[in-house]
């Protein structure tokens, strides 16, 4: 049997991945199917004069990476396994759910054969979400502080971002005069944020991780400078077949171990 092979070194922002917390907000439930994201136009104003971005915009026929099914269950509970999932397929956006439960099975059985691997995490100091800077568009952060930048609503509503104006609570803020903040619940592939980058006023936008003192992650998970790699192969319906898991521990030294489908972890590195 022919096996297709993938290789994923989950640390940090090697695969640029987030996980911090955040709550659902309300929004339109039709969205397209899994796909590359569609602009809503380019950043100018409509035959009225209006900044595009204040203009409602339609869901129906926009497509936004990610599986719908996939994008509602993160963030999950073993982020570790998260990432590691999303790892093997970043082209989805989002971690598959079948190969997230298999994962997170995995990490349970070998941190009960040796619990000190509990201590050791892909990357504990992630950040809490994105700040776009915009330095040359001052009028969109005023936008979105005010409540009035709506050119995102539909993305907001997919990802479970929550905005209102600056000031009333959600998960967007603005910093320094010139940038706004936007927490991000789930762990997403960069198309995320590709996404975002489609839309009237953040063409020109430069968007960098954001960490925030007040949440996240690293508030419960000490680094240990440890680390957790995941090679894989899949069988012919494109499901995981063999795991093997190294970790890096910064005291005890390197453990691989091997899962197959069915069988306990066996130790061979």
């Given at each position: 049997?022919m096996?297709?092979?993938?290789?994923?070194?989950?640390?940090?922002?090697?695969?640029?991945?987030?996980?911090?917390?955040?709550?659902?907000?309300?929004?339109?439930?039709?969205?397209?199917?899994?796909?590359e994201?569609?602009?809503?136009?380019?950043?100018?104003?409509?035959?009225?004069?209006?900044?595009?971005w204040?203009?409602?915009p339609?869901?129906d026929?926009?497509?936004?990476p990610?599986?719908?099914?996939?994008?509602a269950?993160?963030?999950?509970?073993?982020?570790?396994?998260?990432?590691?999932?999303?790892?093997?397929?970043?082209?989805?956006?989002v971690?598959?759910?079948?190969r997230?439960d298999?994962?997170?099975?995995?990490?349970?059985?070998?941190e009960a054969?040796r619990?000190?691997?509990a201590?050791?995490?892909?990357?504990?100091?992630?950040?809490?979400g994105?700040?776009?800077?915009?330095?040359e568009?001052?009028?969109?952060?005023?936008?979105?502080?005010?409540?009035?930048?709506?050119?995102?609503?539909?993305?907001?509503?997919?990802?479970?971002?929550?905005?209102?104006?600056?000031?009333?609570?959600?998960?967007?803020?603005?910093?320094?005069?010139v940038?706004?903040?936007?927490?991000?619940?789930?762990?997403?592939?960069?198309?995320?944020i590709?996404?975002?980058?489609?839309?009237?006023?953040?063409?020109?936008a430069?968007?960098?991780?954001?960490?925030?003192?007040?949440?996240?992650?690293?508030?419960?998970?000490?680094?240990?400078?440890?680390?957790?790699?995941?090679?894989?192969t899949?069988?012919?319906?494109?499901?995981?077949?063999?795991?093997?898991?190294?970790?890096?521990?910064?005291?005890l030294?390197?453990?691989?171990?091997?899962?197959?489908?069915?069988?306990a972890?066996?130790?061979i590195?």
């Open positions: 049997m096996y297709d092979r993938a290789m994923t070194l989950a640390r940090g922002w090697v695969t640029s991945l987030v996980l911090v917390a955040c709550v659902a907000s309300e929004g339109p439930a039709s969205f397209g199917e899994t796909g994201s569609e602009s809503t136009g380019e950043s100018s104003s409509d035959d009225t004069g209006s900044p595009l204040e203009l409602p339609s869901c026929e926009l497509v936004l990610g599986d719908p099914i996939d994008v269950a993160t963030p999950r509970a073993d982020r570790d396994a998260e990432i590691l999932a999303l790892g093997l397929a970043p082209e989805l956006g971690a598959r759910q079948d997230y298999v994962i997170a099975a995995d990490l349970a059985m070998i054969i619990p000190e691997l201590d050791v995490h892909v990357e504990c100091e992630v950040p809490n994105y700040a776009f800077w915009l330095f568009a001052p009028e969109v952060v005023d936008a979105v502080w005010l409540g009035q930048y709506h050119a995102w609503d539909c993305h907001n509503a997919f990802y479970g971002i929550e905005h209102h104006a600056v000031g009333q609570g959600g998960d967007v803020w603005r910093i320094d005069g940038a706004f903040a936007m927490e991000v619940a789930g762990v997403f592939a960069p198309s995320f590709d996404a975002y980058r489609t839309l009237p006023g953040l063409e020109d430069s968007i960098e991780p954001y960490w925030s003192p007040l949440a996240g992650f690293a508030e419960t998970c000490m680094p240990t400078g440890g680390s957790i790699t995941l090679e894989a899949f069988d012919a319906a494109d499901d995981l077949d063999e795991r093997t898991y190294a970790f890096e521990h910064p005291e030294g390197s453990f691989v171990y091997l899962v197959t489908p069915g069988a972890p066996i130790q590195g």
